[in-house]
């Protein structure tokens, strides 16, 4: 089983710069890939992108592709998610959701979340 936090969210002005950590327990997290997702108030939850177990594979929504990146420290347990270029279109709540092996860009796909953090860009 994997428990999952996240942290890093805040209040940053569009065009700025935040990076997201996922902090995981649990001994098998270099074998589960990791997602985020966003929840804006009214609307559905929202793939950011996902890297598989192994670090190879990455996957990037739409809205978010060019502008975020993730990647994960095995050793430190965590995964991140950087994100440039900010817009007021990326504030919601941030999720981070992990599952075995392989990445997915369905919330339904994910065994594992986060509570979420806040991020708020101000334009």
């Known amino acids: 089983q994997v428990q999952l936090q996240e942290s890093g969210g805040g209040l940053v002005q569009a065009g700025g710069s935040l990076k997201l950590s996922c902090a995981a327990s649990g001994r098998t997290f270099s074998t589960y890939a990791v997602a985020w997702f966003r929840q804006a108030p009214g609307k559905e939850r929202e793939f950011v992108g996902a890297?598989?177990?192994?670090?190879?594979?990455?996957y990037y929504g739409t809205s978010t592709k060019g502008r975020f990146t993730i990647s994960r420290d095995n050793t430190k347990k965590t995964a991140f998610l950087q994100m440039n270029s900010l817009k007021a279109e990326d504030t919601a709540v941030y999720y981070c959701?992990?599952?075995?092996?392989?990445?997915?860009?369905?919330?339904?796909?994910?065994?594992?979340w986060g509570q979420g953090t806040q991020v708020t860009v101000s334009s």
């Open positions: 890297m598989d177990w192994s670090g190879l594979s990455t």
């Open positions: 959701a992990a599952r075995p092996r392989e990445a997915f860009t369905t919330v339904q796909a994910y065994d594992y």
